[in-house]
């Protein structure tokens, strides 16, 4: 009875430990969030402070105890990890910076390695905090290239998560991709003459505004990229109501403008002549996939450097499908090794 006692206590004992373990990973991983959402500029202010004159950056590192409880992770997904892993070879900021008279909210991803390492500008999807950065947006689209050697940067534009001014969906706030490139000259490991841009949804829209006969890119990735507003519209009407109504100034007065100024479709020819990814899922009901068809259609009519991947089967998010090894590779070629195009596939699909 004795033996009995003593091993239900030891085992009771043991429990207590487990669950404590993860119920502490579990609040790590539910609450790392409020470590960077932020709701006015007064908010931004008081968790960066003021700026300096001639000063464009702030950053402060996301809470490191939970960014490592959340690597331990690890050892419970043993198939996942190397990604996982990646957690501690990264330095994850949170950032605040200039971009024209505002400040703005983002994120930045460091390699812990020294060296002159290539630049890559993340752009999100959604509108206004409707898709605003979270350290779950980072961990997949953010720190997986940062352990791979990149410097990635993001940005929530302007009016979102505490920054100043107000998100337009495409118009002015295409200036704070534009002035991360100012941004970049102060992280140490930035090699700024080799930046790339990589954008999903609404941040394919972002990219493709960004790459408008400025020839400062060394190429570019579209991950479901929205391309057509006229298209949006048919697709999702709500949109035009809640969306680009309440985003775009005067809209109603000022709709065609608006509509043609962020449909990539009708102005292709305006695309930097650099070499261009575009990955789209066939079953995307967000972004449809004729839209980066036709996309790939005007890049392929113009002769110009591009690859389009079909991903059989893939939603808007792409989650699930294995077009990373694709992205990996291309950003390699192109942006770390700064080849010249080589694709000998314009067209490929994967399951």
């Known amino acids: 009875m004795k033996i009995i006692k003593k091993t239900l206590k030891y085992l009771g004992i043991l429990l207590l430990i487990v669950a404590s373990v993860v119920g502490v990973f579990f609040y790590c991983f539910f609450?790392?969030?409020?470590?960077?959402y932020l709701e006015t500029p007064e908010e931004l202010q008081a968790e960066f402070g003021t700026f300096e004159e001639g000063e464009i950056l702030k950053k402060e590192k996301i809470a490191p105890f939970k960014i490592w409880v959340i690597s331990l992770a690890s050892i419970v997904f043993p198939e996942q990890k190397e990604k996982f892993n990646s957690l501690n070879s990264t330095e994850l900021y949170a950032i605040a910076y200039k971009s024209d008279d505002l400040i703005v909210h983002g994120l930045l991803a460091v390699p812990e390695k020294g060296g002159n390492l290539p630049c890559l500008i993340y752009n999100r999807g959604g509108n206004r905090n409707s898709?605003?950065?979270?350290?779950?947006?980072?961990?997949?689209?953010?720190?997986?290239?940062?352990?791979?050697?990149?410097?990635?940067?993001?940005?929530?534009?302007?009016?979102?998560?505490?920054?100043?001014?107000?998100?337009?969906?495409?118009?002015?706030?295409?200036?704070?991709?534009?002035?991360?490139?100012?941004?970049?000259?102060?992280?140490?490991?930035?090699?700024?003459?080799?930046?790339?841009?990589?954008?999903?949804?609404?941040?394919?829209?972002?990219?493709?505004?960004?790459?408008?006969?400025?020839?400062?890119?060394?190429?570019?990735?579209?991950?479901?990229?929205?391309?057509d507003k006229y298209s949006t519209i048919a697709h999702r009407p709500n949109m035009e109501t809640y969306v680009f109504a309440e985003t775009m100034p005067d809209y109603y007065n000022r709709k065609e403008e608006h509509l043609f100024n962020r449909s990539v479709v009708k102005w292709t020819e305006k695309l930097d002549d650099i070499p261009i990814l575009l990955v789209h899922g066939t079953a995307d009901d967000r972004v449809t996939y004729e839209e980066a068809e036709t996309v790939a259609h005007n890049l392929d009519s113009l002769d110009r450097d591009f690859q389009f991947i079909t991903v059989d089967g893939g939603g808007h998010s792409l989650r699930g499908t294995p077009y990373k090894k694709n992205v990996k590779n291309w950003l390699d070629k192109y942006l770390r090794n700064d080849l010249e195009f080589e694709e000998t596939e314009r067209r490929i699909s994967i399951p």
């Open 31 to 36: 609450t790392i969030n409020n470590n960077i």
């Open 131 to 227: 898709g605003r950065l979270t350290f779950h947006q980072a961990f997949e689209f953010m720190i997986p290239y940062a352990n791979e050697g990149y410097v990635v940067i993001a940005s929530n534009y302007r009016g979102n998560n505490g920054g100043q001014g107000k998100d337009e969906f495409g118009g002015s706030d295409i200036n704070d991709v534009m002035n991360l490139r100012k941004v970049l000259p102060e992280i140490d490991q930035a090699d700024t003459s080799r930046i790339g841009l990589i954008g999903h949804s609404r941040g394919g829209m972002m990219t493709y505004l960004a790459l408008q006969n400025h020839n400062i890119f060394k190429t570019a990735v579209v991950l479901a990229g929205s391309a």
